[in-house]
């Protein structure tokens, strides 16, 4: 059976909730109705579907969030060294007093509260769009539960260079909150845009982001997730590749009892590239899922995978990365590597590298390893006076550094390697 002809499983043990679709203009009525159809279709996912095994999406599906403490947090001081254009949510609400005016970054802003009651051509053709298209052959339903029933977010259109980064800041104020937002983006031809995200969010977060890359240009997301250790997440990334286009997009995560990041990535023109990264540092109540799938549907595109992850007192963390080439899909280059490193015995790290190839002039590897921190090395440090915790940081930060060097902008990559430094002096008290 070919790709094209695959189906996903349907299942029937699941019953979906009751869910009450915000109001709004009839496109986003429309494309609500669509997705709450989908989500229904397939139900809320389980632990024993395939792509969640490694997961227990129980406390992200359940009706109410579980309670998670809030944290004295330094998230906002994180991309100070940036001008940008600060959007600040307050446990999922879009707080406009607190935001920089709209205009500032040099692109078409609106909030979705605002573009889902208007009649904006370019939102409503895209709206909900790469999330449907997404869903085969995988099922994703709590993407499909997110543009039925999110009402914040933003809707983002670049013509050309963004003036400034657009910080998205997330903060979490409420022990209970329940968030659900989402984001949609369109770089038109030749456009330029930053995307940067950080903050804990809320109890329980739900975040999807949409993205259309059209030829020649280029999108760039770094993001770090909250401090708040507590909170549980779900987030997707849906992107969409023109001819010659380049996505890059990176996560730090060094808190969380619960998160999993999907990044959903087709490619449909020729000589585009894409980048996803992440650099994930758990301790103890910790579960860090990253879970990939990148389509090829062009000539002559490149695929990056690049994932670290650092574990210690019990931390779990999760890696499923696809590169599916297709047919036409000739002269690819797919590169994914995922790589554990556990600072005890007590630690896990789980992968499922996949390759799934139908062109015969392509160039695709994987690789996924798991070990503890090079004895040599960390006696060669500490012979030379380095204290044994300093040493053990050090070589901590150089097992990551693969990941940070994906970011391209050094401002933001030396934000995020400083970020490390205070999480890893933190846990030495």
């Known amino acids: 059976m070919m790709y094209a002809d695959r189906k996903p499983i349907k299942k029937t043990a699941y019953v979906m909730p009751d869910v009450a679709l915000p109001t709004g203009g009839k496109w986003i009525t429309e494309a609500r109705k669509s997705a709450l159809a989908s989500a229904s279709e397939y139900g809320m996912p389980q632990k024993r579907d395939e792509y969640w095994k490694y997961t ?12 998670a403490a809030i944290f004295d947090a330094d998230e906002i001081s994180l991309f100070d060294n940036v001008d940008r254009v600060k959007l600040f949510f307050v446990d999922g609400i879009f707080n406009a007093d607190m935001s920089d005016a709209l205009d500032l970054a040099g692109v078409e802003i609106e909030t979705l509260e605002t573009a889902g009651s208007a009649d904006i051509l370019w939102v409503s053709s895209l709206y909900g769009t790469l999330e449907r298209n997404a869903q085969r052959p995988v099922p994703r339903p709590l993407a499909a539960l997110n543009t039925a029933t999110a009402t ?4 983002i259109r670049a013509t050309g260079k963004g003036a400034k980064p657009i910080s998205l800041i997330y903060l979490h ?7 659900t937002i989402h984001h949609t983006i369109k770089l038109e031809k030749g456009a330029d845009l930053t995307i940067l995200e950080n903050g804990p969010a809320a109890a329980r977060f ?6 259309e890359v059209a030829d020649n240009a280029s999108f760039h997301h770094v993001r770090a997730q909250g401090r708040d250790h507590e909170r549980r997440a779900v987030t997707h990334i849906f992107a969409r590749l023109g001819t010659a286009s380049s996505f890059k997009s990176f996560t730090l995560t060094v808190n969380g009892v619960l998160t999993r990041n999907e990044a959903i990535i087709e490619f449909t023109g020729d000589n585009a ?7 994930c540092a758990g301790d ?10 990148i389509t090829h549907d062009g000539v002559n595109c490149e695929s990056r995978q690049v994932y670290k992850k650092v574990l210690r007192n019990g931390a779990v963390g999760v890696f499923q990365g696809k590169i599916l080439v297709k047919p036409d899909a000739q002269k690819t280059d797919g590169y994914q590597i995922s790589q554990g490193l556990l600072l005890d015995d007590n630690s896990t790290f789980q992968a499922k590298p996949e390759l799934e190839i139908y062109a015969d002039d392509v160039a695709c590897s994987h690789g996924s390893t798991v070990g503890a921190l090079d004895d040599t090395a960390l006696f060669y440090l500490t012979s030379r006076g380095i204290p044994h915790k300093e040493a053990q940081d050090m070589l901590t930060l150089a097992f990551l550094g693969e990941a940070i060097d994906e970011i391209e902008d050094d401002t933001l990559a030396d934000d995020i390697r400083a970020r490390l430094e205070r999480w890893m002096a933190r846990r030495h008290g």
């Open 206 to 211: 739900n975040k999807v982001m949409e993205v």
């Open 152 to 155: 914040q977010g933003t809707v």
């Open 173 to 179: 104020e409420d022990e209970n909150s329940d968030a």
């Open 273 to 279: 590239h894409a980048t996803v990264a992440g650099a």
């Open 56 to 67: 227990d999406p129980t406390t992200l599906t359940s009706d109410t969030p579980t309670p």
């Open 284 to 293: 103890g109540d910790f579960h860090h899922d990253d879970t990939v799938f």
